[in-house]
């Protein structure tokens, strides 16, 4: 059993089968359950979510909403009313995000934004960032008129595939 990689002088250097029930025991030991042993592993970030606009359609749908001043100062990078960067980062990805639940393309936004900064380019920054936006599960844009146009047993059914999903993401990104 190896967890660095390096061999230790005296050791063999063949790599062997673990003992049966050794590596469930190790499981059992750091709290991975069975089915956290089993899944199998993203090769994402987080889930993919079809999108339905275009980066610059959502600034503009954005700049017209009912909250196009709080977007607006955002998207220029004002982070005055907001305790810092990293809470401003999250009052935009808010906002985007009742018109995409993409994480590559909320991802896109923010860098085109006022608010990019360095952080951005650290890939535990943008994960976290995203999954904490996309945890607050609210109505949703479409065509139709949101999720607010579904019958509520939708609007629950959507809400929680939408948790579930990303849940795993988060577990996935633990994880990795």
Known sequence: FTVTGDHIDGTPLDVREPAPGSLEAIYEQIGRTKEMQQAPRATVRCPTIEVDLADEEIVEKCRTA??????????????????SHSEADLALIGILRFYTRDPAQLERLVRQS????????????????????????GETWSPGGGMGALPPEERYLKRVEYRRKMQAARREAVRT
């Open 66 to 83: 009912g909250n196009a001043a709080k977007f607006d100062a955002l998207w220029r990078g004002d982070i005055s009313g907001h305790g």
């Open 114 to 137: 006022g608010l990019y900064r360095e952080k951005w380019d650290r890939t535990d920054y943008v994960t976290r960032t995203i999954s904490k936006a996309l945890e607050h599960v």
